[in-house]
């Protein structure tokens, strides 16, 4: 679908450094959005370890989001299920959504432009499992990086971990029932979370680029991790651990 053919004269644009914002409502939500997006990529940016060299994603590569007046008009354009607000569109760098407010600020427009980054900076030739894709932009969400460690909590009670081995070979979530695919968002984004607050934001940054430059999963985490974790079962022990220790009561 040509996207550029859905702009049509009425459509008014919000400019920043990094990011173009095309809407039909009110300009005040397109002023927040266009401000709020330059805060997050360059808090992004900097917690991914993303050389931001000049010029990228700037004048004519700036990032483009599109927000449509209604869900309706979201979903005929997008294609996308019921249940999604919007979409990032990497091969076009572009972010789809509709002129909705809440929760739009702090959870899906971090969201979108962590994926947009992330596969800037890891590209799409490594195998990047997809757990780690949603984990990253999902911790990039404030109140989900707030809520991963007690969630994982929760995961672990009522017995709905899904083991890492397993959780590495979901890359497609079409098909699968509600409760899986809930478990497994909030489990990808508190295992980053364990990752990046237990071994810093540079380890984790070596990983993605190790996974970037070729490497097999455990082969990049052993490196990134050498001495810590050397496999994803080690990583599951540890991370399983480390919410029991904060969470069970001590004798």
């Given amino acids: 679908y040509d996207f550029s053919t859905a702009v049509a004269e009425d ?3 919000e400019k ?3 990011f173009i914002v095309y809407y039909q409502g009110e300009e005040k939500f397109a002023k927040d959005i266009s401000r709020q997006a330059e805060v997050y990529y360059n808090q992004i940016a900097s917690d991914i370890g993303y050389p931001r060299y000049s010029n990228f994603w700037q004048w004519d590569h700036r990032v483009k989001i599109y927000v449509y007046p209604s869900k309706a008009d979201f979903q005929k354009i997008s294609g996308q299920p019921a249940w999604s607000n919007g979409m990032a569109d990497y091969i076009g760098k572009r972010i789809l959504t509709y002129a909705w407010s809440e929760g739009f600020l702090d959870g899906l427009l971090p969201h979108e432009i962590t994926h947009l980054i992330f596969r800037d900076f890891v590209g799409f030739k490594g195998q ?3 757990w780690i894709d949603e984990g990253i932009a999902q911790w990039e969400e404030p109140k989900k990086r707030a809520k991963a460690r007690p969630i994982a909590f929760y995961l672990i009670q009522n017995q709905s971990v899904v083991p890492l081995a397993e959780l590495t070979t979901m890359n497609d979530l079409s ?6 695919v809930h478990a497994f968002y909030m489990q990808s984004v508190s295992l980053v979370d364990f990752l990046i607050k237990r071994y810093s934001a540079q380890s984790f940054t ?3 680029r190790q996974l970037r430059d070729g490497k097999r999963l455990n082969e990049a985490l052993g490196s990134a991790y050498s001495g810590s974790i050397k496999d994803i079962d080690e990583l599951q022990t540890k991370w399983l651990k480390s919410i029991m220790d904060e969470y069970q009561p001590k004798e």
């Fill in 128 to 130: 990047v499992p997809l």
């Fill in 16 to 18: 920043g450094d990094h």
């Fill in 175 to 180: 098909g699968k029932d509600e409760n899986t």
């Fill in 11 to 13: 459509w008014k644009e």
């Fill in 206 to 208: 070596d990983f993605c």
